[in-house]
């Protein structure tokens, strides 16, 4: 709830610390006082538009800050300010501040973290519902209505949205799984060929290394053919240098043992001829590798370019060409298999769909009967606040399937129609400033619900109003009151005796410097207030009388 409202600089208001506690409170003052101010301000902080018109006259800027405390806090508050990452500890007041420069920019904070004003409105709902003359929120938006009638219901709204989700699910999962198999059937032809080509020529991994290797030493063996030819004289033939070494050494080794030199040469004879020979050995592997055989070279060629015609077209490296055509295997499967699945995900989705269809149905049910009575219990309200010819009807409509969601299958909407024989049409559009008001209060009543905000102002709900249907008006916000905060805007005597706070709201000037002035009353001011708004600008013992006579009632 608001527990207190500080205020500077705000157009007739220069400085306003109030404090505010549970149950009624009620603000009166002579018109034009300065009570709009009050709510403008106490917008601002809720994320209204910074008017610079609201920055008091000469000064550079103004402030408003605004308290919140809670017993647990509301969930809507707590998600809204974990998703702006403000941190708030538990048990922690929830402090508004923003400031607005006279050149009309602004600034806000909660808890002294900067934030933006996105928030503020997105806390707004849950923190304030304000009912005025021109209210086009709360109760007179149908968006929440369902809601409310659900509450009023006691009804499993929560079965209703997980069914939903279910039901989603199970489609999304179908449409999917149709889409895939569709494109896949569409493609089956392509997919058939590409598989046919791939297995034709029955890639292997590494393959095009190899075979590149393989290429690249035939073309340098063509490059090399006459230098080999001629390596070849070295050891092909009796005259070649090499046979010839080997016939020297069959020589020396007959006459070594006669001189050591002789020895020596041997020796030195033999190891060029064992390495002459490692020389012939590799020359002779080198050349069979570097044999250019012009048709294994086209036959390598023609393989490899094949291979890697079939990379480009499939977007993949050569050796990736095997998952290619386990991949493409694998869709074809799936297009034999789709059908089978597609089966079950049907009945998975027929099922998903015949749950939601009886939640939805047991939902409407709920909603139905609900509407039924919260329409006798509006009408028991409407007489004695003096709407006795208006009546109230809850609509339950059922929407088309396109149109079901997550909160079931239906429209809901109160309507009212003011006059006997007139057509039922939407609060907003058929009652007026004061009529709103007090039907927004019968529902209130009739539903027994604070709004779903933590604090409630009503703005001059007694309009228009007096006597036995102001008592009627009192009696109720006193009531709504009872378990939380509500704070009411009033000129009538009768409310303001039901408050258990009470605020005058006064207005005053000295020279040319009008300020607007807040004060909490104790029991005599209260007493002289509510006198004062009984008999008018002078206040006479009989309206002191009938004031004590309001006070001793409540």
């Known amino acids: 709830m608001l527990t207190t409202l500080s205020i500077r600089n705000i157009v007739l208001i220069d400085a306003l610390d109030l404090e505010f506690g549970r149950g009624l409170g009620v603000l009166t003052g002579e018109t034009g006082a300065g009570k709009s101010i009050l709510l403008d301000a106490l917008g601002l902080v809720l994320g209204a538009r910074a008017e610079s018109a609201l920055v008091r006259s000469g000064e550079e800027q103004a402030s408003v800050t605004a ?3 809670f017993a647990a806090m509301p969930s809507a508050i707590a998600e809204a300010l974990n998703e702006a990452e403000v941190e ?67 009804a499993d ?33 392509l997919l058939l060929a590409h598989l046919s080509e791939l297995t034709n020529i ?60 002789l020895a020596e040469a041997l020796a030195a004879l033999d190891r060029a001829v064992i390495e002459a020979g490692e020389a012939e050995e590799k020359l002779e592997v080198a050349a069979q590798a570097l044999t250019h055989d012009p048709l294994e070279l086209d036959r390598i060629e023609t393989r490899l370019f094949e291979l890697r015609a079939l990379a480009r077209k499939h977007d993949c490296q050569v050796d990736d060409l095997p998952e290619v055509m386990r991949s493409l295997r694998a869709r074809l499967d799936a297009i034999e298999q789709g059908d089978a699945d597609l089966a079950d995900l049907e009945k998975a989705e027929a099922a998903a769909g015949e749950s939601y269809r009886k939640a939805a149905e047991a939902l409407h049910a709920a909603r139905v009967k609900a509407g039924a ?30 149109r079901w969601g997550a909160s079931g299958m239906d429209a809901v909407e109160f309507l009212i129609a003011t006059n006997p024989g007139a057509d039922f049409a939407p609060l907003g559009k058929i009652a007026s400033g004061g009529e709103l008001s007090r039907f927004i209060l019968a529902l ?49 005597p009768q409310v303001a005796a039901r408050g258990s706070t009470h605020y005058l709201i ?3 000037s000295s020279g040319t410097v009008t300020k607007t002035s807040v004060a909490r009353l104790d029991e005599g001011g209260r007493q002289e207030e509510i006198a004062r708004m009984l008999s008018g600008a002078e206040v006479t013992p ?13």
């Open 157 to 189: 709204a929560a079965r209703v949205s997980a069914a939903w989700d279910a039901w989603r699910h199970a489609r999304d999962a179908l449409a999917e799984a149709r889409a895939g198999i569709e494109q896949a059937k569409a493609d089956q032809d």
């Open 202 to 261: 029955e890639p292997e991994v590494g393959e095009e290394t190899t075979l590149a290797g393989a290429r690249s030493d035939m073309q340098k063996g063509e490059k090399l053919q006459g230098d080999l030819e001629e390596l070849r004289l070295v050891w092909d033939g009796s005259d070649a240098p090499l046979a010839r070494l080997r016939s020297a050494a069959r020589k020396l080794d007959r006459i070594a043992p006669e001189h050591a030199l």
């Open 67 to 69: 308290t919140f405390e």
């Open 88 to 154: 708030l500890e538990p048990g922690e007041p929830l402090i508004i501040r923003r400031r607005l420069k006279a050149d009309g920019g602004s600034k806000a904070w909660v808890n002294d973290q900067p934030v933006g004003v996105a928030l503020l409105r997105q806390l707004a709902g849950a923190l304030v519902e304000l009912h005025g003359q021109h209210d086009d929120r709360g109760l007179v938006n149908p968006r929440g209505h369902r809601v409310l009638l659900d509450r009023f219901a006691d």
């Open 444 to 492: 209130k009543v009739a539903l027994a619900e604070q709004g779903g905000a933590a604090t409630v102002i009503f703005d001059e709900i007694d309009r228009g109003v007096g006597g036995a249907v102001a008592s009627a008006i009192g009696e109720r916000l006193a009531r709504l009151a009872s378990d939380g905060q509500l704070l009411a805007v009033t000129h009538s």
């Open 506 to 508: 006064a207005k005053s």
């Open 542 to 554: 009989e309206a002191r009388a009938q004031a004590d006579r309001l006070l001793e009632g409540v």
């Open 373 to 402: 009575k919260l329409d006798k219990a509006v009408a028991a309200e409407l007489v004695p606040l003096k709407l006795d010819a208006a009546r109230f009807r809850t609509s339950v409509a059922q929407l088309p399937e396109d």
